[in-house]
């Protein structure tokens, strides 16, 4: 089937611009995330979806970064008054909903092959 | 949240054994361990993943002694198609939201 698709691959921008993120899950995933992946760094989570809500906002970095899921399904990262260090790759990933008891079919999360972006 | 330490990076040879150790002195009892990995240009990819002892599936095996503080991801006969960064990720994922921590992970160049 289908995995996680992001779009656009990528992205330049100037600085001060708002740009937009699209992901697009795999169908019936209801867990979604986000996450930024600096040049040569590990990523850093930014926000988690279970459904259309996001009960974890706590990485994202400032009021500029925002995101929301409609239809249980695409989700959108809003960045702001883009700045230079918002430069990175933005990587998107769907699981089911998270099983307290590890169980891989629930909690392995599929990553999106991500959207670089470059603010001039 | 545990930390995790591993190395910078490692160098390894066509068909050799790798194997990568993760430090987590501090990982708590409802703490999981799992192995990520990403080539260049793509999202990471779940290797494995395992609580306490070993476990082992189709890419690899995963070793964790009896106190959890370390864990030993294990590479049979590697490719050059297993370069690739490798992440150790520990946590109680299903109260963290699902949410995944990385640390900076281990670079593995495979060369013939």
């Not at chain 2, 590697?78 to 900076?104: E, H, M, P, R």
């Amino acid at each position: 089937g289908a995995g996680v698709s992001q779009s656009p691959s990528n992205k330049v921008t100037e600085k001060g611009k708002d740009v937009e993120l699209r992901c697009d899950p795999i169908s019936g995933h209801t867990a979604l995330y986000w996450y930024r992946q600096r040049l040569g760094q590990g990523l850093e989570f930014l926000i988690y979806f279970q459904g259309n809500s996001a009960p974890d906002k706590s990485g994202l970095p400032s009021d500029r970064f925002s995101a929301e899921r409609t239809g249980e399904s695409v989700s959108t990262l809003t960045i702001q008054r883009t700045q230079q260090e918002d430069s990175a790759v933005y990587l998107c990933a769907s699981s089911l909903e998270p099983r307290k008891v590890w169980t891989r079919s629930y909690n392995e999360q599929f990553f999106g092959p991500g959207t670089r972006l470059t603010v001039l | 949240l545990a930390k995790t330490t591993q190395p910078i990076s490692m160098d390894s040879y066509e068909g050799q054994e790798v194997n990568i150790t993760c430090s987590h002195n501090n990982i708590a009892t409802n703490d999981y361990i799992t192995w990520y990995q990403q080539f260049p240009s793509q999202g990471p990819r779940f290797i494995i993943q395992g609580y306490k002892t070993k476990v082992t599936n189709e890419v690899a095996s995963l070793f964790i002694p009896a106190d959890r503080k370390s864990s030993t991801l294990s590479l049979p006969r590697v490719s050059l198609s297993d370069t690739a960064v490798y992440y150790c990720l520990v946590g109680d994922f299903y109260n963290q939201g699902g949410k995944l921590i990385f640390g900076q992970g281990t670079e593995l160049s495979v060369k013939p």
